[in-house]
């Protein structure tokens, strides 16, 4: 895993500045030999509940592949969503616990 984190008051330039952080990476993983499976890579844009946030879908590309955008992510084996709240992460844990207790 490989997180980038990046913030930029204009959208349109946070995507233009995305993208070419996305093309230096993957020129880093070419000299050092490495790859990077665009197919599972993904991007999530945090913000607060009340602010609504238009679609990057098909704006983020590496290697003229578009990367998804998704609502939650899993990081450090933490779910994190796209309003850095911890519903996801517990919603999961009580999942397994109840799994593993038998309820």
Known sequence: MTPIFLAHESRQDLISIIN??????????????????VDKSNFIVFHTS??????????INMKEVNIKQVVTSKFLGLIQDEHLTWTPHIKVTAVEIDKHIGM
């Open 20 to 37: 070419k952080q996305l093309q230096l990476l993957d020129e880093w993983f070419r000299v050092n030999r490495l790859s990077l499976n």
């Open 50 to 59: 009340r602010e609504t946030i238009p679609q990057m879908q098909n704006k």
